[in-house]
């Protein structure tokens, strides 16, 4: 496969814009600040320093391989953060312009029922070298192996600043911070950008798992259902009072639970959890159905086939592995007819339909978390530039800020609005 050349780094450097990370907020923000000045691009020197030895493994891993680019809609409830900002933010550059944008630089998107967008080459590769190969057109110095140890103000310069990294010193007027956060740490996202950020005045709040999948404890069934996808509504709480419900498809694993609903509710259970307020998390496999309603719906379906044994009768709703195990965990006997089922146990069925209690043990590590909750708070930033308001000349992308969207290409819209308002913003401010 073909790999972006990198720039072996003199020992020192100077550079108009730096920008401290090759990801995907850090190479949309490279573009951008290259593009600011039209016809004028190359009168200002733009280095990205990246400390990977193979520049955008996360972009290469996204959506299986694939690269879930944007969502074809896109608006502020479909992220965690301060719902004002993200909305800005968002307007400045939406998902037409993000489609747009791929397009120009020759990759086509298409939409799938999800409402995902993915390359038409449905390869995260295209998605990759189109961005190196727009960056290398624009003149845009990208440098692996250079992971960033420290940002400084240069000494008598204002809006200077004195970047050491592992194969030498750069000195650059603006800096575009855009290190990521913890998630997927083999990929070079782990967290170094933080103790950076508060070197240069801001805050960082408590960093979560986001998007991650969920591993059940010794109580959970979960091993029997490997490999069983289907709709549910996963509801958690905090004594007993709701803090998330949502729906989506549940896929059962080895380990415990994943699939887009597990993905997306997993931010709510781990930041309670990690937090001492012991979350309660329930599976309901008829969706916006409660105890009642689902028992009514019970009542209808043994009706219609009284001399049918009760696997047969629920087995056409769901699969039977799930049938037998749901029978199972509320003690009653798959083989007995529909029409001489007991009050009592249909009810527990009706219970253990609509409000599954699931073991939920921890998320499943860093390693498997899409993304980061929390980091640098948004009201820290100037959201029409992103701009640091803590130290001028600093702009902060991406992952590092403290805002976290749901699976579906939100993540990666996020860091394409904020690479284009950082990029842009450095190159047209005053040298």
Same mark, same amino acid.
């Given at each position: 496969m073909r790999e972006f050349p990198y720039t072996t780094p003199m020992a020192t450097d100077r550079a108009d814009i730096a920008i401290i990370g090759a990801g995907a907020a850090g190479l949309a923000a490279a573009i951008f600040a290259a593009q600011a000045h039209g016809s004028a691009v190359g009168d200002r020197k733009i280095i990205v320093l990246d400390g990977a030895t193979s520049i955008g493994a996360k972009i290469l891993v996204a959506g299986g391989g694939r690269c879930n680019v944007t969502h074809d809609v896109v608006t502020p409830d479909d992220f965690n953060g301060s719902r004002n900002i993200v909305r800005n933010i968002l307007a400045a550059f939406d998902a037409k312009a993000c489609v747009q944008w791929f397009a120009e630089m020759g990759v086509q998107l298409k939409r799938e029922e999800t409402g995902k967008l993915f390359p038409v080459t449905d390869s995260a590769r295209t998605v990759l070298n189109a961005l190196l190969d727009r960056c290398k057109t624009l003149g845009v110095t990208v440098q692996s192996h250079s992971k960033v140890t420290s940002i400084e103000p240069a000494d008598g310069a204002e809006q200077e600043f004195v970047i050491t990294h592992l194969a030498g010193v750069l000195q650059?007027?603006?800096?575009?911070?855009?290190?990521?956060?913890?998630?997927?740490?083999? %990929?070079?996202?782990?967290?170094?950008?933080?103790?950076?950020?508060?070197?240069?005045?801001?805050?960082?709040?408590?960093?979560?798992?986001?998007?991650?999948?969920?591993?059940?404890?010794?109580?959970?069934?979960?091993?029997?259902?490997?490999?069983?996808?289907?709709? =549910?509504?996963?509801?958690?709480?905090?004594?007993?009072?709701?803090?998330?419900?949502?729906?989506? %498809?549940?896929?059962?694993?080895?380990?415990?639970? %994943?699939?887009?609903?597990?993905?997306?509710?997993?931010?709510?259970?781990?930041?309670?959890?990690?937090?001492?307020?012991?979350?309660?998390?329930?599976?309901?496999?008829?969706?916006?159905?409660?105890?009642?309603?689902?028992?009514?719906?019970?009542?209808?379906?043994? =009706?219609?086939?009284?001399?049918?044994?009760?696997?047969?009768?629920?087995?056409?709703?769901?699969?039977?592995?799930?049938?037998?195990?749901?029978?199972?965990?509320?003690?009653?006997?798959?083989?007995?007819?529909?029409? #001489?089922?007991?009050?009592?146990?249909?009810?527990?069925?009706?219970?253990?339909?609509?409000?599954?209690?699931?073991?939920?043990?921890?998320?499943?590590?860093?390693?498997?978390?899409?993304?980061?909750?929390?980091?640098?708070?948004?009201?820290?930033?100037?959201?029409?530039?992103? #701009?640091?308001?803590?130290?001028?000349?600093?702009?902060?992308?991406?992952?590092?800020?403290?805002?976290?969207?749901?699976?579906?290409?939100?993540?990666? #819209?996020?860091?394409?609005?904020?690479?284009?308002?950082?990029?842009?913003?450095?190159?047209?401010s005053p040298a």
């Amino acid at each position: 496969m073909r790999e972006f050349p990198y720039t072996t780094p003199m020992a020192t450097d100077r550079a108009d814009i730096a920008i401290i990370g090759a990801g995907a907020a850090g190479l949309a923000a490279a573009i951008f600040a290259a593009q600011a000045h039209g016809s004028a691009v190359g009168d200002r020197k733009i280095i990205v320093l990246d400390g990977a030895t193979s520049i955008g493994a996360k972009i290469l891993v996204a959506g299986g391989g694939r690269c879930n680019v944007t969502h074809d809609v896109v608006t502020p409830d479909d992220f965690n953060g301060s719902r004002n900002i993200v909305r800005n933010i968002l307007a400045a550059f939406d998902a037409k312009a993000c489609v747009q944008w791929f397009a120009e630089m020759g990759v086509q998107l298409k939409r799938e029922e999800t409402g995902k967008l993915f390359p038409v080459t449905d390869s995260a590769r295209t998605v990759l070298n189109a961005l190196l190969d727009r960056c290398k057109t624009l003149g845009v110095t990208v440098q692996s192996h250079s992971k960033v140890t420290s940002i400084e103000p240069a000494d008598g310069a204002e809006q200077e600043f004195v970047i050491t990294h592992l194969a030498g010193v750069l000195q650059a007027k603006k800096v575009i911070l855009c290190t990521g956060g913890k998630s997927l740490p083999r %990929s070079g996202s782990d967290g170094s950008g933080y103790p950076i950020a508060k070197s240069l005045g801001h805050t960082v709040t408590p960093t979560y798992m986001a998007l991650a999948p969920l591993v059940l404890g010794p109580g959970g069934f979960h091993a029997e259902l490997s490999g069983i996808a289907h709709e =549910a509504e996963l509801t958690t709480s905090v004594a007993n009072k709701p803090i998330d419900r949502r729906r989506g %498809s549940l896929l059962w694993t080895h380990f415990g639970i %994943s699939g887009p609903v597990v993905l997306d509710a997993s931010r709510h259970w781990i930041i309670a959890h990690d937090t001492e307020l012991n979350p309660e998390m329930r599976c309901n496999f008829l969706p916006g159905e409660t105890a009642e309603t689902g028992e009514k719906w019970l009542i209808a379906e043994l =009706a219609a086939r009284p001399k049918a044994a009760l696997v047969t009768v629920l087995s056409k709703k769901f699969p039977e592995r799930l049938v037998l195990t749901i029978l199972k965990h509320a003690g009653a006997d798959p083989a007995v007819l529909a029409g #001489q089922l007991s009050r009592e146990i249909r009810r527990k069925i009706a219970t253990t339909l609509t409000a599954l209690p699931l073991p939920v043990a921890h998320g499943r590590g860093w390693n498997y978390a899409e993304v980061t909750a929390g980091g640098v708070p948004l009201n820290e930033i100037d959201f029409r530039t992103m #701009q640091s308001r803590k130290t001028p000349g600093l702009y902060l992308a991406g992952e590092i800020l403290d805002c976290d969207g749901n699976i579906g290409g939100y993540n990666f #819209q996020w860091a394409w609005a904020t690479g284009f308002l950082a990029g842009n913003a450095a190159a047209k401010s005053p040298a």
